[in-house]
């Protein structure tokens, strides 16, 4: 007999048995400890819920609670991530989902990195995808565009699953940069933020009182928060914070992240947060910020620059940039179940990518030195009959 319950800390042995067993892309215990509680604006809520059957976890999903200003006050919302099920497992799906949802506690429950799979689940849930094609948009800078275009082809050839069969036992481009170092020469006002250092946590919660007052909806953006992102036991340093500054203020901030799509495709740089003082404007503050994001992909040898919700800013903003691609996708990457009292938050909320799981969902770059333990037993186990089921990207 299957139970679903909550999960909880003694669970983190279970969830990396699970995801072992699944071929789920590599996490230590102190990784999954880290990713499912140590987020600090959980508090008491539920980190997510697992099915057990006989005493072993057999399927897991993960929530991630999120903070928002809301007019005048504070609302928690959670980012639904990281759906794992092993073979004895299938169908806990939708228990597990309806769980999530049924949490009342949070405001809204949504993704906002979804691939076009889970996102035919999600609408089967009831979920909407309130952007609609405007959430579909995003830019990317190449900069090694011949290696990312290498791994695009194999990233599509992988999608069959004879194919995936033969190519799964080498993770292509397992030698790209695990963490980011700062940039020999800034460009004049950027600024490479510490989270947990006084003065730089100061001007983030300065400018996170700029933005709630100038905006009715807003993610809350917290020192707290990005310290512990950067905390990740298993890529420390994979993702850094820059700011444009003037006079002791943040004019535009930004959060980047190496990431690294599937075993196919090489490594690149995600623009999981870019935002910008009101009253600013765009067309100075962004252009820096790029420029400096385009430097870092260079210095570490990844494939491309990507931004996701992209549209929020007019085109003018990246002048200056250097070469982009626009990308329309062919499915919505942003579904969501609001909760009665907060209709505002469904009409006027544009997410940034600041309120989603980008973090911990994606792939962590590959150890070269792992990569061929690693996918052996990758082979092994899709070989066996277990398949990743994962609601994100």
């Known amino acids: ?225 990005y310290a512990y992102q950067q905390r990740d036991p298993d890529a420390p340093g994979r993702s850094a914070l820059l700011a444009l500054v003037a006079e002791d203020a943040i004019e535009g901030l930004m959060q980047v992240i190496i990431t690294k799509p599937n075993a196919f495709e090489p490594a690149e740089l995600h623009i999981i947060d870019l935002e910008i003082l009101p009253g600013c404007d765009g067309a100075r503050v962004i252009p820096p910020l790029i420029r400096t994001a385009r430097s870092l992909t260079r210095q570490h040898r990844l494939s491309r620059v990507k931004l996701p919700y992209s549209d929020r800013f007019e085109e003018v903003c990246f002048d200056g940039t250097g070469v982009r691609i626009r990308r329309q996708l062919s499915y919505d990457c942003a579904h969501g179940r609001f909760a009665k009292g907060v209709e505002e938050l469904e009409k006027r909320w544009v997410p940034t990518g600041h309120e989603g799981d980008f973090f911990f969902a994606l792939r962590v770059t590959p150890d070269r030195r792992k990569a061929r333990k690693v996918n052996t037993a990758k082979r092994s186990h899709t070989a066996n009959g277990f398949v990743e089921r994962r609601s994100k990207a």
């Open 1 to 225: 007999m299957t139970t679903y319950r909550e999960l909880v800390p003694s669970d983190v042995e279970g969830v990396v048995d699970l995801a072992n067993a699944c071929g789920f892309p590599p996490r230590s215990r102190e990784g999954w400890h880290w990713a499912l509680f140590e987020n600090p604006e959980q508090g008491d809520l539920p980190c997510g819920y697992v099915a057990e059957r006989d005493g072993t976890i057999i399927a897991m999903i993960g929530t991630q609670a999120r903070s928002f200003h809301y007019g005048n006050q504070r609302i928690l919302a959670a980012s639904g991530h990281t759906f794992i099920s092993s073979k004895a497992g299938r169908g806990s799906g939708f228990t597990l989902a309806r769980k999530t949802l049924a949490n009342d506690r949070f405001a809204a429950i949504y993704s906002l990195n979804n691939n076009e799979v889970a996102g035919r689940f999600y609408k089967r849930m009831g979920l909407t995808s309130w952007l609609g094609p405007n959430g579909r948009k995003r830019l990317e800078w190449p900069v090694r565009p011949v290696t990312m275009a290498i791994g695009m082809a194999l990233s599509r050839l992988a999608r069959r699953q004879s194919v995936y069969v033969r190519l799964s036992g080498n993770e292509k481009h397992a030698g790209s940069a695990r963490s980011l170092s700062r940039p020999k020469n800034l460009s004049s006002g950027i600024v490479w933020l510490n989270p947990s250092g006084a003065r730089d946590a100061d001007m983030i919660r300065a400018f996170d009182k700029g933005l709630a007052r100038a905006h009715p909806i807003a993610p809350v953006r917290s020192p707290e928060v």
